[in-house]
T-cell receptor
Framework: EDKVVQSPLSLVVHEGDTVTLNCSYE??????LLWYKQEKKAPTFLFML????IEKKSGRLSSILDKKELFSILNITATQTGDSAIYLC????????????FGGGTRLMVKP | DAGVIQSPRHEVTEMGQEVTLRCKPI?????LFWYRQTMMRGLELLIYFNNNVPIDDSGMPEDRFSAKMPNASFSTLKIQPSEPRDSAVYFC?????????????FGEGSRLTVL
């Protein structure tokens, strides 16, 4: 069965710290890997990664995919309290529309 | 566009009652997904539709759960009879496959509590 595993489960840091969130997957064949941020309500899209080794960046957030080792990381530099959220990693399977299989998420809390 | 619209936002019911959750996807999107989120199991896909046709319902936990999409702008998820273990946040999401972005657009969820 396809599986997506995220670590750590939860993380508490202070403002200004840098964090690295991990996502590993056991998927025989996949189309893309996506990162979402979930605050109090719906998950919102951050990145979609399809190619190994190419970093996607948006402000203080960046992400990269390693298809050989079957993992992705999400980095957040100079964290702010507004970064506190659950970060979800998901794998898009081919020939399944945009069906996503989600990991369990990493709960990040950034303290002032 | 208003985004994916779900109702009700909160529902508290008693065990054995029927629950109907509703979803209006983003206009023009051809895929619709129902997910359930709990602390223990995270986000689980229940069922998804393509052009109003159910494609994969293998995530539907039991026969007590059913979903319909009578037209491109409306879907329902029904639980009958409901049980306390059904308590969760139910998300509806839609996407536009042809855009090939992989991105799902989520509604704000329906929080269900079954007493």
């Amino acid at each position: 069965e396809d599986k997506v595993v995220q670590s750590p489960l939860s993380l508490v840091v202070h403002e200004g710290d840098t964090v690295t969130l991990n996502c590993s997957y056991e998927v025989t064949n996949f189309r893309s890997l996506l990162w979402y941020k979930q605050e109090k309500k719906a998950p919102t899209f951050l990145f979609m990664l399809t190619s190994s080794g190419i970093e996607k960046k948006s402000g203080r957030l960046s992400s990269i995919l390693d298809k050989k080792e079957l993992f992705s990381i999400l980095n957040i530099t100079a964290t702010q309290t507004g970064d506190s959220a659950i970060y979800l990693c998901a794998v898009e399977l081919p020939n399944a529309g945009n069906m996503l299989t989600f990991g369990g998420g990493t709960r990040l809390m950034v303290k002032p | 566009d208003a985004g994916v619209i779900q109702s009700p936002r909160h529902e508290v019911t008693e065990m054995g009652q029927e629950v109907t959750l509703r979803c209006k996807p983003i206009s023009g999107h051809d895929y619709l997904f129902w997910y359930r989120q709990t602390m223990m199991r995270g986000l689980e896909l229940l069922i998804y539709f393509n052009n109003n046709v159910p494609i994969d319902d293998s995530g539907m936990p039991e026969d007590r759960f059913s979903a319909k999409m009578p037209n491109a702008s409306f879907s329902t998820l029904k639980i009958q009879p409901s049980e306390p273990r059904d308590s969760a946040v139910y998300f509806c999401a839609s996407s536009y496959r042809t855009k090939n972005t992989g991105e799902l657009f989520f509604g704000e969820g329906s929080r269900l509590t079954v007493l």
